[in-house]
């Protein structure tokens, strides 16, 4: 941060910091109570009157909540600089604090502090507006985007032109609110255009979302020459095909296509791992209790059986199905896995972490795994175990990392992880339940559970040595599940 903005964020802070001997109120609590015990108007004019008002206190209290973020940052990078921390280092884990406390996702609450430092520190004319309810908190977030890459003082004179507290949006939607402030930015720097367009193209990603019926979304954000050349790629190929007869749709054609050019394999699914947790009551009895498939989540039953049986045959003989049988322990949902003395997690210890993590283990956090971390770190004697093991994204390792971060371990019913932050507050992360550990409340062992297996998937032939390693005979079953839930 250049320090132009910091002494900006010092005034902005400073105005409205607690003061010794006042006696204006710091604590939300009593607000919320005072809400909660609000009643409802009587008639029809009075509720439309209610309605207005909580949105506009909802605007104020993202103002508010803005100021806070704000000065939390700040005093967290004062604190910082006095434990030596190096000036290009303050400010990291800022973020992932508000996000905690927000509830929100890392990756938001990076978003959310970006926000509140554009809205306190360089538009004032765009807070007061919000604090008065006249934007609302995705409005303000709106002219925060559309000015992001105006230097301080053009982004300060467009907020000041557009002046949104003094009713400028009244009846305004939210493009009429997107136009003029781009209209403005570009006014003031013709430039900020292109910058636009090189810090866009730095975003460019893929996404993967669950969409309904064991569908997903795959989205591509990407420049707009590579995108529409995509499509058009995928369109000739397609017309291609339908001109030779192939009866599938076009739509259908493009999406085989881009999966088929991507994955390098006709009918899409090669060596690439796909993993399936479920019970063995589902894999081998029919059982209707859903299996998670990772990077997905919960699938139904039936999709999973199949997933694992066409896997046995109609693929190429390079491809493979392992199947992995992961116990869960007596009377918990908690997968069971070996201890090393190893510095490094396995491949097996790796695979057991995916399939209990699913996704990064901090809180709000959806991000898929990209490291297999020790909860207690290996250099303060963390052993490399399932149990001090931990699924997380790239940057909550980070973050975890950083001076005065702590975690560790606690029994449970399922996997538990306690994240302690700087300030001493403390969230908990409590791994996903396990296929067959139904509804658990968190207050005990839960009763169904038994055995998971976990179908690793190279989709394609069972190979028949897993199969006998794989696959329990009946009495084996029998006895896993009875020694270790006690369900028959
Ligand atoms: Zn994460």
Redesign the pocket.
């Known amino acids: 941060m250049d320090s132009n903005r910091e002494v900006l964020q010092e005034e902005a802070t400073a105005r409205r910091g607690p003061t010794s001997g006042d006696a204006l109120p710091t604590n939300v609590r009593e607000l919320i109570s005072d809400v909660a015990s609000l009643r409802l108007a009587g008639d029809s004019t009075q509720l439309i009157d209610q309605i207005r008002d909580l949105e506009d206190l909802t605007s104020a209290i993202a103002a508010m909540q803005a100021r806070a973020a704000v000065a939390f940052d700040l005093a967290q990078r004062r604190d910082q600089a006095a434990a030596g921390v190096a000036p290009a280092k303050q400010g990291e884990g800022v973020s992932a604090q508000i996000a905690l406390a927000r509830r929100e ?2 990756s938001r609450g990076g978003r959310l502090l970006g926000l509140a430092r554009a809205l306190v520190v360089e538009m004032p004319h765009t807070l007061a507006a919000l604090e008065t309810g006249q934007l609302n908190e995705w409005r303000a977030t709106l002219l925060v985007r559309e000015t992001a890459c105006l230097s301080v003082s053009d982004r300060c004179a467009v907020d000041e032109e557009l002046a949104a507290d003094t009713g400028t949006f009244s009846g305004a939607g939210d493009r009429a609110v997107v136009g003029a402030a781009r209209a403005a930015a570009y006014r003031r720097d013709p430039r900020s255009a292109t910058d636009r367009a090189r810090h866009a193209a730095g975003e460019r990603h893929v996404s993967l979302q669950p969409a309904p019926d064991t569908m997903a979304y795959l989205t591509a954000l990407l420049p707009v020459a590579e995108a529409v050349a995509v499509y058009a790629e995928l369109t000739r190929h397609t017309d291609s095909l339908r001109s030779h007869g192939d009866p599938r749709s076009r739509g259908q054609l493009m999406a085989d296509t881009l999966v088929e050019r991507t994955t390098g394999t006709p009918g899409g699914v090669s060596s690439v791992e796909i993993q399936l947790v479920m019970t063995d009551r589902s894999l081998f009895q029919g059982d209707s209790e859903p299996a998670r498939l990772s990077g997905y989540g919960v699938v139904p039953a039936e999709w999973a059986r199949t997933m694992v049986s066409s896997g046995e045959g109609q693929r190429g003989e390079d491809l493979q199905v392992f199947l992995r049988r992961l116990y869960t322990a007596p009377g918990t949902g908690d997968l069971l896995g070996a201890d090393s003395r190893a510095r490094l997690f396995s491949a097996n210890q790796r695979r057991f972490l995916e399939a209990r993590d699913h ?4 809180p709000y ?3 898929p795994i990209r490291h297999h971390d020790h909860v207690i770190p290996w250099h303060d004697g963390g052993p490399t175990s399932t149990s001090n093991g931990a699924g ?6 980070h973050t975890k990392e950083l001076p005065g971060w702590r975690s560790s371990t606690r029994s449970g019913p399922r996997h538990t992880i306690d994240v302690r932050t700087p300030t001493g507050h403390t969230y908990r992360s409590l791994a996903p339940p396990l296929p067959g550990s139904g509804p658990v409340n968190g207050s005990g062992p839960v009763n169904g559970g038994g055995a998971a297996d976990v179908a690793s998937a190279s989709t394609g032939r069972l190979d028949s040595s897993i199969r006998q390693a794989g696959v329990p005979r009946h009495s084996e079953r029998r006895t896993a599940v009875l020694a270790t839930s006690g369900s028959s």
């Open positions: 996702s890392p996704s990064c283990r901090t956090c959806d991000a997380l994204c790239e940057a909550c390792n």
